[in-house]
């Protein structure tokens, strides 16, 4: 765990992309009460990526932020069949709110 939050508060909050990817990540969970599928969660983060990029460059940065989240224990990734259910852990949720305070200063 001490890995986990280090990444999370020390290492994301230094680098903008990375901060902004995982606020928006954490942020859409944060607000589901239930595990968010795969093209649900896609679409829902789509207003929070550039329009102007290659939709391949969408979908693998969203995939590689979403992979991190996951190895640092932010959001569990649950597979089910060919895709997979996403929700925040605790540990994510503590990391939204000090990403999003440390975004504000």
């Not at 999370?8 to 928006?24: K, M, S, V």
Request: net charge positive; no cysteine.
């Amino acid at each position: 765990e001490p890995e986990q939050q280090f990444y999370l508060l020390h290492i994301a909050a230094q680098i903008p992309t990375e901060r902004n990817a995982f606020r928006a990540i954490l942020g859409v969970l944060s607000r589901e009460s239930e595990p968010l599928e795969a093209s649900v969660l896609a679409s829902r983060l789509r207003t929070f990526q550039n329009p102007d990029l290659p939709k391949t460059i969408r979908d693998t940065t969203r995939s590689g932020a979403l992979a991190r989240l996951a190895d640092v224990g932010g959001i569990s990734r649950t597979a089910v069949g060919r895709t997979a259910r996403y929700e925040i852990t605790q540990i994510g949720r503590s990391a939204f709110e000090r990403l999003s305070h440390s975004a504000e200063n």
